[in-house]
């Protein structure tokens, strides 16, 4: 994560960890969100993270990336398009990337689903979710 995202890196954070009130093993993740001004802590382990300093909540990643979905869909869209191109070892189709998705954030996947047709942007041809072929429901 160093090389791939520098700027994610937080210092300094460490004499707030002991006045953080959430779980003691996840105190340090509350401490570096407070002291980088973060609003939202994403998580699977949101029982851990229930008593948080004012100004900074919880979400899974699945209500994370509904909370962003419903700001600019379109623009998600083309994002999970764009980073499907994009992947390469292995390359992934667009249908492919939302299966994966899917097993991790069902609801936001769901939405992209349900707004691609809506929209009438659905998967380009050949490109059927291989969740469907196998007869996993959308």
């Given at each position: 994560?160093?090389?791939?995202?520098?700027?994610?890196?937080?210092?300094?954070?460490?004499?707030?960890?002991?006045?953080?009130?959430?779980?003691?093993?996840?105190?340090?993740?509350?401490?570096?969100?407070?002291?980088?001004?973060?609003?939202v802590i994403v998580?699977?382990?949101?029982?851990?993270?229930?008593?948080l300093p004012e100004?900074?909540?919880?979400?899974?990643?699945?209500?994370?990336?509904?909370?962003?979905?419903?700001?600019?869909?379109?623009?998600?869209?083309?994002?999970?398009?764009?980073?499907?191109?994009?992947?390469?070892?292995?390359?992934?189709?667009?249908?492919?990337?939302?299966?994966?998705?899917?097993?991790?954030?069902p609801e936001f996947?769901?939405?992209?689903?349900?707004?691609?047709?809506?929209?009438?942007?659905?998967?380009?041809?050949?490109?059927?979710?291989?969740?469907?072929?196998?007869?996993?429901?959308?």
């Amino acid at each position: 994560m160093k090389a791939a995202f520098p700027e994610a890196r937080v210092t300094g954070y460490e004499s707030l960890v002991a006045s953080m009130r959430n779980h003691p093993k996840d105190a340090h993740v509350a401490a570096a969100a407070v002291k980088a001004g973060a609003q939202v802590i994403v998580t699977m382990n949101l029982a851990d993270f229930r008593h948080l300093p004012e100004g900074i909540e919880a979400q899974s990643p699945d209500e994370f990336l509904g909370n962003l979905f419903d700001l600019d869909r379109d623009g998600l869209v083309d994002l999970l398009r764009e980073q499907a191109a994009a992947l390469r070892r292995p390359p992934r189709r667009f249908a492919e990337l939302i299966a994966g998705l899917a097993k991790v954030v069902p609801e936001f996947v769901a939405s992209v689903r349900a707004h691609m047709n809506a929209s009438g942007t659905g998967e380009p041809e050949g490109e059927a979710d291989p969740l469907a072929r196998l007869g996993v429901p959308q």
